[in-house]
């Protein structure tokens, strides 16, 4: 089976003036590209509500097995 030849991307980056060399593109198409793009990474640590609740509870952490998992939350 043949496949379609797909059209070319629309170029990410266009020189209007001057004429850079290729590591000058290169460098800043890295830039643009760590610039961009992306949603935050969610904080997996507990909120500042999470502790003053447990201090308000007196749910200090406790030495023993298991602490670890318990400190937690």
Do not use: C, F, I, Y
């Amino acid at each position: 089976m043949v496949e379609a030849a797909k059209a070319p991307a629309a170029p990410l980056l266009s020189v209007v003036k001057g004429q850079p060399t290729a590591e000058e593109l290169a460098a800043l198409t890295a830039v643009v590209l760590s610039l961009g793009g992306g949603e935050p990474a969610p904080e997996n640590k507990p909120s500042v509500r999470h502790w003053v609740r447990r201090q308000q509870l007196r749910l200090d952490p406790t030495p023993g097995p298991g602490a670890w998992k318990r400190s937690r939350g």
